[in-house]
């Protein structure tokens, strides 16, 4: 469901959409930060980071709301729930310059996504993590 509101995001060039592209392909430039092939300015960093989870951030809408207008058996707010501990967690990678350990995504770990909020923020509001939230991404997820 997450990667068809991708096909959406492109195929109606919405805003996120479109800043991704002209921004160069910041996944691919977070990926090369990670690998450490290359470095960031802490500026740029949160820059990237941003621009990821703005357009995460309104494809994890599109999710839900095809949930509800579908009828499909899901719990909306559960999936808000998992969709908000993904966007948090570029907020944590930021800070860690770790990737998920596998099978350790955010969205898998039931004490990560209870913690989360079951509506979406403000774009503003995933980029401070409370410590008991930073707890949880450090001892389940890194």
């Given at each position: 469901?997450?990667?068809?509101c991708?096909?959406?995001?492109?195929?109606e060039?919405?805003?996120?959409?479109?800043?991704?592209?002209n921004?160069g392909?910041?996944y691919l430039v977070l990926?090369l930060?990670l690998?450490?092939?290359i470095?960031?300015t802490?500026e740029?960093?949160k820059?990237?980071?941003?621009?990821?989870?703005?357009?995460?951030?309104d494809?994890?809408?599109?999710?839900v709301?095809?949930i509800k207008?579908?009828g499909?058996?899901?719990?909306s707010?559960?999936c808000t729930q998992h969709?908000?501990?993904?966007?948090?967690?570029?907020?944590m990678?930021?800070?860690?310059?770790?990737w998920?350990r596998?099978?350790?995504?955010?969205?898998?770990?039931?004490?990560?996504?209870d913690?989360?909020?079951d509506?979406?923020?403000?774009?503003?509001?995933?980029l401070q993590?409370e410590?008991?939230l930073?707890?949880?991404?450090?001892?389940?997820?890194?």
């Amino acid at each position: 469901m997450h990667e068809s509101c991708h096909v959406d995001q492109y195929l109606e060039e919405c805003a996120s959409w479109s800043a991704v592209e002209n921004a160069g392909d910041p996944y691919l430039v977070l990926d090369l930060w990670l690998d450490n092939d290359i470095e960031m300015t802490p500026e740029q960093l949160k820059k990237c980071v941003k621009l990821i989870q703005w357009h995460e951030l309104d494809c994890e809408k599109r999710t839900v709301a095809k949930i509800k207008d579908w009828g499909l058996p899901l719990d909306s707010k559960e999936c808000t729930q998992h969709a908000n501990s993904y966007i948090y967690f570029y907020t944590m990678m930021q800070s860690t310059r770790k990737w998920y350990r596998k099978g350790r995504g955010p969205y898998e770990i039931k004490m990560v996504t209870d913690a989360m909020p079951d509506k979406f923020l403000s774009l503003e509001e995933y980029l401070q993590v409370e410590p008991a939230l930073i707890s949880l991404y450090n001892k389940h997820v890194f």
